[in-house]
């Protein structure tokens, strides 16, 4: 277990709504990310973090924001949800012992009505 | 552009077979290559680690091994058991990303027979 987790895990929301994933950490690890696993397209990046204020986008940023005002926290927001990110997105932490080893958490399975 | 190909997509064998899994890449500037495994409606989980001066690592039955001259990583399963089953993903962080942002293959989906 790398001490991480995803709040929610799940939750059903409707179109034009704004939503925010949560990730925390308890392992000090540098760099945060946040993907989604989409069936047909594997997991895709969509934002990262290599420490805190400090966040850049993946490949599939566009409708999310992230922030990291804190090391342990990574906050992923749709701004305006849509029924294309409906999804599993999929939290991640490395960094820690130099080797950069990536470690998940459990996922959010989000429903865009 | 860095792609990530795991072929076969799915795989069934027989409990107690040895079976290899593959991943290629496709540029062989790479930092690290890892090895996954997620379960049905699970995060993934870290199985192998390899950096990029490394040739090979092992875990229990798990053994993977790394070519990165023709940008290919085998997974190699020892005596397999049905909770074996599972999807097997490989990642790659290249090194002309500049930071440590992972590739992924689409993944092995895996089911040892009983």
């Known amino acids: 277990d790398a001490g991480i987790t995803q709040s929610p895990r799940h939750k059903v929301t409707e179109t034009g709504t704004p939503v925010t994933l949560r990730c925390h950490q308890t392992?000090?690890?540098?760099?945060m990310y946040w993907y989604r696993q989409d069936p047909g397209h594997g997991l895709r990046l969509i934002h990262y973090?290599?420490?805190?204020?400090?966040?850049d986008k993946g490949e599939v940023s566009d409708g999310y924001s992230v922030s990291r005002s804190k090391t342990e926290d990574f906050l992923l927001t749709l701004e305006s949800a849509t029924s294309s990110q409906t999804s599993v997105y999929f939290c991640?932490?490395?960094?820690?012992?130099?080797?950069?080893?990536?470690?998940f958490g459990p996922g959010t399975r989000l429903t865009v009505t | 552009k860095q792609e990530v190909t795991q072929i076969p997509a799915a795989l069934s064998v027989p409990e107690g077979e040895n079976l290899v899994l593959n991943c290629s890449f496709t540029?062989?500037?790479?930092?690290?290559l890892q090895w996954f495994r997620q379960d049905p409606g699970k995060g993934l989980t870290s199985l192998l680690l390899?950096?990029?001066?490394?040739r090979e690592q092992t875990s229990g039955r798990l053994n993977a091994s790394l070519d990165k001259s023709s940008g290919r990583s085998t997974l190699y399963i020892a005596a397999s058991q049905p909770g074996d089953s599972a999807t097997y993903l490989c990642?790659?962080?290249?090194?002309?990303?500049?930071?440590?942002?992972?590739?992924f293959g689409t993944g092995t989906r895996l089911k040892v027979l009983a």
């Open positions: 991640a932490i490395s960094g820690r012992d130099g080797t950069y080893e990536q470690y």
């Open positions: 540029d062989s500037a790479i930092y690290n």
């Open positions: 390899i950096q990029s001066s490394q």
């Open positions: 392992e000090n690890h540098r760099y």
């Open positions: 973090s290599y420490g805190v204020k400090d966040t």
């Open positions: 990642a790659v962080v290249p090194t002309t990303s500049g930071t440590y942002k992972y590739i």
